[in-house]
Nanobody
């Protein structure tokens, strides 16, 4: 049973920073890519960032490029999302996901998802 548990969300003013964490358990995640998505009220789920199994390759949506950084610690089975220069439009529930297939992570079609953590950015 794969479990993904996000943490680190909260309320922050525009221009501030937050660091999200997603701890994975239930199996060995060697070879698994990990990613972040977000969903704002009334909107569809949106891809944010992905990191490959080794941590050596990352990919971001245009809306967060240059402001967010994804990283991972394979010893701790944890993926992080450092969010800087936050904007009110970043307000959403942030979910992590994982899969062996890069396309499934980027496309949001993996079977493995966390429950999410709320990020609220005030103006």
């Amino acid at each position: 049973q794969v479990q993904l548990v996000e943490s680190g969300g909260g309320l922050v003013q525009a221009g501030g920073s937050l660091r999200l964490s997603c701890a994975a358990s239930g199996r060995t995640f060697s070879g698994y890519h990990m990613g972040w998505f977000r969903q704002a009220p009334g909107k569809e789920r949106e891809f944010v960032a992905v990191v490959n199994w080794s941590g050596g390759t990352t990919y971001y949506s245009d809306s967060v490029k240059g402001r967010f950084t994804i990283s991972r610690d394979n010893v701790k089975n944890t993926v992080y999302l450092q969010m800087n220069s936050l904007k009110p439009e970043d307000t959403a529930v942030y979910h992590c996901t994982t899969d062996r297939a890069w396309a499934k992570v980027v496309g949001g079609t993996s079977d493995y998802w966390g429950q999410g953590t709320q990020v609220t950015v005030s103006s």
